[in-house]
């Protein structure tokens, strides 16, 4: 390994305490068009078991796709188990879950919204993970929905990145998965050939990728999300690119941002513009950039259509991809996973992916911003009073 991506290697090793898996290749899906069609050919050529696990499962042609699919598998004789969240899955149209359960697939719904433990339905599961018979697994930003149908060609159709990987960190997302079905379930269930079960998957000698997988939960203080932002920016000598679907950074982020800027680091983030579903969670976001203006971050809005994507790069070498925001709720409330991962070619990639989505951009100037009106201001204000929700 070359002696920098080591060095990067080590400091978040002894930061989050969580050691990368070597042997792994990951591939990079790029909006419906190439996310669902692998998804579902893994799911088609699965022989043993199916993991799936998603936030958002709402409705439209890919959602009865993904609906049968799964059923078929569970009707030959797969072992298919599906987490949705309460909240992120409430309008599956009804007879989806119904059709699963009726062909055998083992389908748990993640924090019901009635329940008396009514502190829990503010933290939901948030990660989207497929794993297909601990040999491949999926990751990413992407939800089952007719808007991340298509290739974001208009407002109709989002944008978004995915991730298939193969190799030992399949066996991170896998936790991923078991730590929210053990809470469905109420216990830890062992399989009757669980020796078999636990064998490291590998990548049959296809990559040497190395990959850290991250879980984070609720957490009332720091969590191993803030931690993994944090090391990351601070880290960062050459550039930070980040890719957001919603942007809340708190004090301590916002500083860092700054900081890097001052040492010479290159920061651009870019996130959804006129076109974004929950419009709350832009005003939060535009709270703080008067403050990283200010200290010379470049900010983009993504003007052709939502922007869903969750990517950070730094210095061309490492890659961060998953589920989390880089928000208040990621950071704190939600259930998130994440993979850190050391690779020139996957980092470059990616950046070029930024610099392509650059051209439906519109760049936040300082003076324009400045200018914007009292009331867009006050509303800014008036989303501190609830900035850990978003």
């Not at 399989?191 to 000698?205: M, R, Y």
Request: net charge negative; hydrophobic share 40%; with cysteine.
């Amino acid at each position: 390994m070359p002696k920098e991506s080591n060095q990067y290697k080590n400091v978040l090793e002894n930061a989050l305490g969580i050691p990368f898996s070597r042997n792994n290749n990951i591939d990079v899906l790029v909006n419906g068009d190439e996310i669902f069609p692998a998804m579902l050919h893994a799911i088609e050529q699965a022989e043993r078991q199916i993991d799936f696990l998603t936030f958002v499962y709402w409705s439209g042609d890919v959602a009865v796709k993904f609906a049968k699919a799964l059923a078929r598998k569970a009707e030959q004789g797969v072992k298919v188990r599906v987490i949705l969240d309460c909240y992120g899955a409430h309008f599956m149209p009804p007879e989806l879950p119904k059709l699963m359960e009726k062909k055998g697939v083992d389908l748990k719904w993640f924090r019901p919204l009635a329940r008396w433990k009514i502190w829990k339905t503010d933290n939901r599961t948030h990660r989207k993970v497929l794993i297909c018979d601990k040999e491949v697994a999926f990751t990413g930003g992407v939800g089952i929905a007719k808007e991340w149908e298509g290739d974001a060609r208009n407002p109709s159709e989002w944008r978004d990145t995915h991730f298939r990987i193969r190799g030992e960190a399949v066996s991170g997302l896998q936790a991923a998965f078991m730590e929210n079905w053990i809470e469905t379930m109420g216990f830890l269930p062992i399989d009757p050939d669980w020796e078999n079960d636990h064998v490291l998957p590998s990548s049959d000698g296809k990559g040497d990728t190395l990959i850290q997988c991250l879980r984070t939960a609720a957490s009332v203080r720091w969590s191993d999300i803030i931690m993994l932002y944090q090391t990351l920016i601070r880290v960062a000598q050459k550039n930070i690119y980040i890719t957001t679907a919603y942007f809340n950074p708190n004090s301590n982020i916002i500083q860092l941002l700054t900081e890097a800027v001052e040492r010479g680091v290159e920061v651009n983030i870019m996130m959804p513009g006129k076109y974004i579903d929950k419009q709350v969670a832009r005003l939060a976001g535009e709270d703080a950039f008067d403050s990283l203006l200010e200290g010379g971050v470049k900010l983009w809005y993504y003007q052709k259509t939502m922007l869903h994507s969750k990517v950070i790069t730094i210095d061309d070498k490492v890659s961060c991809i998953g589920s989390a925001n880089f928000n208040h709720r990621s950071m704190l409330k939600d259930d998130e996973v994440n993979m850190v991962v050391i690779d020139d070619d996957l980092a470059t990639l990616l950046n070029t992916h930024f610099e392509s989505d650059l051209e439906f951009c519109e760049r936040i100037d300082g003076h324009r911003w400045n200018g914007r009106p009292v009331w867009k201001k006050s509303l800014e204000r008036i989303t501190n009073l609830f900035k850990q929700q978003i």
